[in-house]
């Protein structure tokens, strides 16, 4: 059994294998290894027979974070069948609380050679797969713990429950009514920070109406009961029966059933009438007067991280005021917080279009964008579709002529396709995008014409899987990640008949690598937890190549402070930015974001984000691919369809 405690200062390894045992079978003897130690509150304890190999980096720089972070952080780098139990300590009263986490589907791939006519020599391999990555966690609100000031007098390992403060009301400046009193609603606060005044008292006018509604009600049943009176009186004259006496009076359940039905309707009547006139006037200028002072608050203030919890309190309040009433007002004051939020987090924001009137309707796992054309990679058939401007312009077409798609060209069978790359219009072989399968074969794609298949020469390790590739300086990186290597050719005019070298020296990258990008000398790597790392090739002695591994992300915005940006974003995809721009862009899925990030310094720059409000077409949903033009236009692929965004800084 070993023991992991992670804390705000260190991570404690527990594990003595002289007294750990074979691990199976039954023995006489048991062997018994104690150790202590200290947990605060908000720690981590791992315990684990037997620990993954995939686990090693992770857990010696994991910091602190929430248990489900951590969860999920390490059941995505590995797919070992895990026995393990995660605690996080907290105060309470000895309860130990069990954590649950949601099913997720798992869909298997569709055959995507049911129509194709079979291979001859080999099978096909499976089409793109999405890879896995960090999963984006929701933030969580922080919760200050006063430090202790008496030491323990009880055993660390028995929680003691504190006693809870008695909360005294806070008194209402609000004078009481004997007849009736009308609602005030409170203000809305989403974090804390420093409470404006207490709305202000209700005015003449809503007291003298609630004391209207009042003496309308008594008069309601002052003349309910004459109606009554006069009611019963006059139906047996209605209806004239010898049998019946003159004075006899109607039934007392027919009365009370009239009563009851009658009543109730005019008291809803009323009250519907005055909480529609001034109710509804009240509630909003409330929440707008509180959204008032929260922005002074934020335009007195000089510390970024207050100033934004103060423009998300203002934002907060608008909504609640919109639920009753949309104003201009409202409106402006909405997109002046906006703003100011975007400005403090280093966010752009752009106007997307939608790219086609009807979308394409498959999952799109990669695209490649020229300054006439954008191909897209069908994630489960493995084929690619080529869009075209529109005649008409303002989006873009499907290019019927082009054919590009798995299948026996000649003696060579290819299979799915799994990355591609657009191709100047240069060079021997006139085409305009270049595939890859899973068994690096080479699919030169071209319209209107017949595609050309050329096997990449077989490294000497043999090919695991391909899962990317690359071209930079006409040299063609393969990325073989179940084989942890990255294979080099050397091209002339993008054909490449001459073996590879293998990239790394020494140290070579894990097998959780789910993208890559190249620069030179220089490759970046993208892993399944979404960290990242670089390795530099030395021309001189090749072994000498070395990889820093993790590539720490720098996050220069100060309104940051509180947050652990990169740790909740979910990436995706890396690629370069529009030349001659060499900043690194890192695409967050499921916030719709992509992070520049300066290549040297692996310092954040901005986020470019899609507009706020009705303006913005894009729906909630994860970005499944993006990609970035020479002319600079932005791309991404959210749940089958396009959306491009022109003139990207």
């Known amino acids: 059994?070993?023991?992991?405690?992670?804390?705000?200062?260190?991570?404690?390894?527990?594990?003595?294998?002289?007294?750990?045992?074979?691990?199976?079978?039954?023995?006489?003897?048991?062997?018994?290894?104690?150790?202590?130690?200290?947990?605060?509150?908000?720690?981590?304890?791992?315990?684990?027979?037997?620990?993954?190999?995939?686990?090693?980096?992770?857990?010696?720089?994991?910091?602190?974070?929430?248990?489900?972070?951590?969860?999920?952080?390490?059941?995505?780098?590995?797919?070992?069948?895990?026995?393990?139990?995660?605690?996080?300590?907290?105060?309470?009263?000895?309860?130990?609380?069990?954590?649950?986490?949601?099913?997720?589907?798992?869909?298997?791939?569709?055959?995507?050679?049911?129509?194709?006519?079979?291979?001859?020599?080999?099978?096909?391999?499976?089409?793109?797969?999405?890879?896995p990555s960090a999963y984006a966690i929701p933030p969580q609100e922080k919760v200050e713990i006063p430090k202790q000031t008496l030491p323990r007098e009880f055993p660390a390992s028995i929680p003691r429950a504190k006693p809870k403060e008695d909360v005294e009301p806070a008194e209402s400046n609000i004078p009481e009514e004997k007849e009736a009193q009308e609602p005030i609603s409170e203000p809305v606060i989403v974090e804390s920070s420093p409470q404006p005044e207490v709305p202000r008292e209700p005015s003449e006018r809503t007291r003298q109406t609630a004391k209207a509604i009042v003496t309308g009600m008594q008069s309601a049943r002052k003349i309910s009961a004459s109606l009554g009176e006069r009611f019963r009186n006059f139906l047996p004259r209605l209806l004239p029966d010898p049998n019946v006496d003159e004075n006899s009076t109607v039934s007392s359940n027919t009365l009370m059933l009239f009563m009851a039905i009658v009543i109730p309707l005019i008291v809803v009547i009323l009250a519907s009438v005055v909480y529609l006139r001034y109710g509804r006037n009240e509630q909003y200028d409330t929440y707008l007067n509180q959204a008032q002072q929260f922005r002074a608050q934020a335009l007195a203030q000089t510390n970024p991280v207050e100033?934004?919890?103060?423009?998300?309190?203002?934002?907060?309040?608008?909504?609640?005021?919109?639920?009753?009433?949309?104003?201009?007002?409202?409106?402006?004051?909405?997109?002046?917080?906006?703003?100011?939020?975007?400005?403090?987090?280093?966010?752009?924001?752009?106007?997307?279009?939608?790219?086609?009137?009807?979308?394409?309707?498959?999952?799109?796992?990669?695209?490649?964008?020229?300054e006439n054309a954008l191909y897209l990679l069908n994630a489960e058939q493995g084929n690619v579709l080529r869009a075209i401007p529109s005649v008409g312009g303002g989006g873009f077409e499907i290019d019927t002529n082009f054919n590009c798609r798995p299948g026996t060209y000649g003696n060579f069978t290819v299979g799915p396709l799994v990355d591609i790359v657009a191709l100047p219009t240069i060079g021997l072989i006139d085409a305009t995008l270049l595939g890859i399968d899973a068994s690096g074969n080479l699919l030169y794609c071209k319209t209107s014409k017949v595609e050309e298949v050329i096997p990449l020469p077989v490294p000497d390790t043999?090919?695991?899987?391909?899962?990317?590739?690359?071209?930079?300086?006409?040299?063609?990186?393969?990325?073989?990640?179940?084989?942890?290597?990255?294979?080099?050719?050397?091209?002339?005019?993008?054909?490449?008949?001459?073996?590879?070298?293998?990239?790394?020296?020494?140290?070579?990258?894990?097998?959780?690598?789910?993208?890559?990008?190249?620069?030179?000398?220089?490759?970046?790597?993208?892993?399944?937890?979404?960290?990242?790392?670089?390795?530099?090739?030395?021309?001189?002695?090749?072994?000498?190549?070395?990889?820093?591994?993790?590539?720490?992300?720098?996050?220069?915005?100060?309104?940051?402070?509180?947050?652990?940006?990169?740790?909740?974003?979910?990436?995706?995809?890396?690629?370069?930015?529009?030349?001659?721009?060499?900043?690194?862009?890192?695409l967050d899925t499921e916030r719709q974001s992509l992070m520049r990030f300066a290549p040297r310094s692996v310092e954040l720059q901005n986020q470019f984000r899609p507009t706020l409000g009705r303006g913005n077409p894009i729906p909630a949903g994860s970005v499944s691919a993006v990609a970035v033009s020479p002319d600079h236009v932005l791309y991404f692929a959210v749940d089958g369809q396009v959306y491009f965004a022109v003139n990207m800084p």
């Not at 390490?74 to 995660?86: F, K, S, V, Y």
């Not at 906006?338 to 394409?360: I, Y």
Request: proline share 6%; hydrophobic share 35%.
């Open 307 to 370: 100033q934004k919890l103060s423009w998300r309190n203002v934002l907060e309040n608008i909504r609640r005021a919109e639920e009753h009433r949309e104003t201009t007002e409202t409106i402006n004051l909405k997109n002046e917080a906006n703003t100011s939020l975007d400005l403090l987090l280093g966010v752009t924001r752009m106007q997307f279009n939608p790219a086609f009137s009807v979308k394409p309707g498959f999952q799109i796992s990669r695209m490649s964008a020229s």
């Open 462 to 586: 043999n090919w695991g899987r391909v899962t990317a590739f690359a071209l930079d300086s006409g040299n063609l990186y393969v990325l073989d990640a179940q084989s942890r290597a990255v294979w080099v050719y050397a091209g002339r005019d993008y054909t490449f008949s001459e073996p590879p070298y293998f990239f790394f020296g020494q140290q070579t990258p894990t097998q959780d690598v789910i993208d890559f990008i190249i620069s030179g000398d220089d490759m970046y790597l993208l892993h399944g937890d979404g960290r990242l790392s670089s390795c530099s090739y030395s021309r001189i002695d090749t072994s000498a190549s070395s990889c820093k591994d993790p590539l720490p992300l720098v996050n220069p915005f100060p309104a940051y402070q509180n947050e652990d940006l990169f740790g909740d974003a979910h990436f995706t995809q890396l690629i370069f930015a529009a030349p001659p721009d060499p900043s690194l862009l890192l």
């Open 1 to 131: 059994m070993q023991a992991y405690v992670f804390n705000q200062h260190e991570t404690k390894h527990i594990f003595e294998p002289s007294v750990s045992g074979k691990g199976l079978g039954s023995s006489q003897n048991i062997h018994i290894h104690f150790a202590q130690a200290d947990l605060n509150v908000g720690d981590l304890l791992l315990l684990c027979g037997k620990v993954p190999n995939a686990w090693s980096t992770a857990l010696k720089d994991a910091k602190i974070s929430s248990l489900d972070t951590m969860r999920r952080k390490l059941t995505t780098i590995t797919h070992d069948d895990l026995n393990a139990l995660l605690i996080q300590s907290g105060i309470g009263s000895g309860v130990i609380h069990f954590g649950t986490s949601k099913p997720q589907d798992e869909t298997p791939p569709l055959d995507s050679t049911a129509n194709l006519p079979k291979p001859a020599e080999k099978e096909s391999t499976p089409a793109h797969v999405l890879q």
